[in-house]
């Protein structure tokens, strides 16, 4: 059900590194995410298994887990466009945005059962972040 979570995060990590260096870490990611739009994910099917995974406790367990990893795969690229070399520890402001927008999107997305966009509620929670 989750299974290609992982496939779409190397697709968000792939399109983050193709952005231009010059451009902001705010405006890369949004690009990056939009990315996600051209994946087989259609809305419907990413609504169903965000209902899913966050009414089931063992199904959100492992979501969450595939979220871990989207952060080890963006949050080296993202401090690299913030101007932090990447290393064992990860800074926690990349972390957060990797983190806390992607988490609170899908799970807003869920709780309002699909209304509006996800990319709409990741670009409320980055500009909440922003401020």
Do not use: F
């Not at 965000?50 to 959100?60: G, H, K, M, N």
């Not at 492992?62 to 101007?83: A, D, F, N, S, T």
């Not at 800074?91 to 799970?107: K, Q, S, Y």
């Amino acid at each position: 059900m989750v299974g290609d979570l992982m496939a779409l995060g190397e697709v968000v990590q792939a399109a983050l590194r193709a952005r231009p260096v010059e451009e902001g870490l705010w405006d890369a990611m949004t690009a990056a995410l939009a990315a996600l739009t051209d994946s087989p994910h259609t809305p419907r099917r990413a609504l169903e298994t965000a209902l899913l995974t966050t009414a089931d406790p063992a199904l959100r367990a492992r979501h969450l887990e595939k979220h871990l990893r989207w952060q080890e795969l963006l949050v080296p690229e993202i401090e690299r466009r913030m101007g932090v070399e990447p290393g064992p520890v990860p800074d926690p402001r990349a972390n957060a945005i990797v983190g806390a927008c992607l988490d609170t999107a899908m799970e807003i997305w869920a709780k309002r059962n699909g209304e509006g966009t996800l990319e709409e509620i990741y670009l409320e929670a980055l500009t909440a972040v922003r401020t």
